[in-house]
């Protein structure tokens, strides 16, 4: 890859960065789709993203950001318009900036998510899913399982009011499915999701207690760093199939990339 006067940038925003790998995947994919961009992780607290924010509407090269924990919820607030399922719940995993320096926020990672699942042949349609989390990740997640036809939808969250409050906005956009919160249980589910960052710092405990794993299920991360998380390790042990978190990066990085790096129509330049 090589960087000039005339590459666009676009920022991977994140509090901690070390972890990242997003970039791994995307500069290759951009070089190889001909896109003259690079992503460049950049480590903004969530107090200081509002001043960081303000000055990304400066930036004339900048193409876009992707956003990963924990700015998903703050940067859809920060956007000046979304789309689809990042309007629909409120988080955005990556926004595109335009020429006047508004952006454009979209949700990708219930896509990506799903998408990786398909690709790694692990069917979504009439499963039983639990799924760990109600954070940004976690929010897209449960979204594009219900789009791809889960048949029952249980969430658990540390935090139980942003689990009950997703269950309500869930609810509300796939009337008649089963969808509530639980505990962190994972017996009599199909597939079980961690949707947490539990699991990125040695430290953490488990998400959920892997006795209560039943037989035949899938056991899925979003955590890819490390690639083979504590808990996919239990999992593993338990005879059980795992499906890695970096599915969901090779899931959703092309949709990335299209999304930023396309070339501006003619409403968007028109509204500067
Ligand atoms: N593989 C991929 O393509 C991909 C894409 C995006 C994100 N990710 C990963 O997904 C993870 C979550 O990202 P995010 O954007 O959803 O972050 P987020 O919006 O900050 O949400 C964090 C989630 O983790 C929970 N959590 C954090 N620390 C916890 C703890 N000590 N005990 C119990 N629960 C805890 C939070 O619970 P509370 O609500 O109670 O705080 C919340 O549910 C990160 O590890 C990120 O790297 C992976």
């Given at each position: 890859?090589?960087?000039?006067?005339?590459?666009?940038?676009?920022?991977?925003?994140?509090?901690p960065?070390?972890?990242?790998?997003?970039?791994?995947?995307?500069?290759?994919l951009?070089?190889?789709?001909?896109?003259?961009?690079?992503?460049i992780?950049?480590?903004?607290?969530?107090?200081?993203?509002?001043?960081?924010?303000?000055?990304?509407?400066?930036?004339?090269?900048?193409?876009?950001?992707?956003?990963?924990v924990?700015?998903?919820?703050?940067?859809a607030?920060?956007?000046?318009?979304?789309?689809?399922?990042?309007?629909?719940?409120?988080?955005?995993?990556?926004?595109?900036?335009?020429p006047?320096?508004?952006?454009?926020?979209?949700?990708?990672?219930?896509?990506?998510?799903v998408?990786?699942?398909?690709?790694a042949g692990?069917?979504?349609?009439?499963?039983?899913?639990?799924?760990l989390g109600?954070g940004g990740?976690?929010?897209?997640?449960?979204?594009?399982?219900?789009?791809?036809?889960a048949?029952?939808?249980?969430?658990?969250?540390?935090?139980?009011d942003?689990?009950?409050a997703?269950?309500?906005?869930l609810?509300r956009?796939?009337?008649?499915?089963?969808?509530?919160?639980?505990?962190?249980?994972?017996?009599?589910?199909?597939?079980?999701?961690?949707?947490?960052?539990?699991?990125?710092?040695?430290?953490?405990?488990?998400?959920?207690?892997?006795?209560?794993l039943?037989p035949?299920?899938?056991?899925?991360?979003?955590?890819?760093?490390?690639?083979?998380?504590?808990?996919?390790l239990a999992?593993?042990?338990?005879?059980?199939?795992?499906?890695?978190?970096?599915?969901?990066?090779?899931?959703?990085?092309?949709?990335?990339?299209d999304?930023?790096?396309?070339?501006?129509?003619?409403?968007?330049?028109?509204?500067?």
């Amino acid at each position: 890859m090589k960087i000039t006067g005339k590459t666009r940038v676009v920022v991977h925003l994140a509090y901690p960065a070390k972890h990242l790998r997003t970039p791994e995947f995307f500069n290759p994919l951009v070089a190889r789709l001909g896109h003259d961009a690079v992503l460049i992780p950049w480590e903004v607290s969530p107090s200081a993203l509002p001043d960081a924010w303000a000055g990304l509407r400066k930036v004339e090269n900048l193409a876009g950001v992707i956003v990963t924990v924990p700015h998903k919820q703050a940067v859809a607030q920060l956007c000046d318009e979304l789309e689809g399922t990042a309007a629909a719940l409120g988080v955005a995993n990556v926004a595109r900036r335009l020429p006047d320096g508004r952006f454009a926020g979209r949700m990708f990672d219930g896509d990506g998510f799903v998408r990786g699942l398909l690709n790694a042949g692990h069917p979504v349609e009439g499963k039983r899913v639990l799924l760990l989390g109600a954070g940004g990740a976690a929010t897209g997640i449960a979204h594009g399982l219900l789009a791809a036809g889960a048949a029952d939808l249980a969430i658990y969250n540390r935090s139980n009011d942003k689990a009950e409050a997703l269950v309500t906005a869930l609810v509300r956009l796939y009337p008649g499915r089963r969808i509530r919160t639980g505990p962190a249980d994972g017996a009599g589910f199909d597939i079980i999701v961690n949707g947490t960052a539990l699991g990125l710092r040695t430290e953490d405990p488990l998400p959920l207690d892997p006795s209560s794993l039943g037989p035949g299920s899938v056991v899925a991360e979003v955590v890819m760093n490390p690639d083979v998380t504590p808990l996919l390790l239990a999992a593993q042990m338990r005879g059980l199939t795992i499906h890695r978190g970096v599915h969901m990066i090779t899931g959703q990085v092309q949709l990335l990339a299209d999304f930023l790096l396309s070339p501006f129509q003619p409403s968007e330049v028109g509204a500067q």
